[in-house]
């Protein structure tokens, strides 16, 4: 298995930006696809973005242009970069590595976009 910890999360002001860090306990370069998912209050988990091994990348329709994932394998880190962030992207954000048959998660990172 692998134990994954995010970090930067907090409190932004609408338009702004965050990066948003997912270290594994693990070599990452052998775990096909990471992701990063988000749940606002009282909503279902999200898809945000994902990143294959070969650096592929997708995007829910409502990120996409303001958000960039990326990994360091070197680092064991994936990167969610958050930008023109509004406040409906207030959530807390998960990392996900599915290895071996099974989907690991993080313990969640607070993002709260407000003035």
């Known amino acids: 298995q692998v134990q994954l910890v995010e970090s930067g999360g907090g409190l932004v002001q609408p338009g702004g930006s965050l990066r948003l860090s997912c270290a594994a306990s693990?070599?990452?370069?052998?775990?096909?696809?990471m992701g990063w998912y988000r749940q606002a209050p009282g909503k279902q988990r999200e898809l945000v973005a994902t990143?294959?091994?070969?650096?592929?990348?997708t995007y829910a329709a409502t990120v996409k242009a303001r958000f960039t994932i990326s990994r360091d394998n070197a680092k064991r880190t994936v990167y969610l970069q958050m930008n023109s962030l509004q406040p409906e992207d207030t959530a807390v954000y998960y990392c996900?590595?599915?290895?071996?048959?099974?989907?690991?998660w993080g313990q969640g990172t607070q993002v709260t976009v407000s003035s």
């Open positions: 996900n590595a599915f290895f071996r048959g099974v989907n690991n």
């Open positions: 693990r070599s990452i370069a052998s775990i096909g696809v």
């Open positions: 990143i294959s091994s070969g650096g592929s990348t």
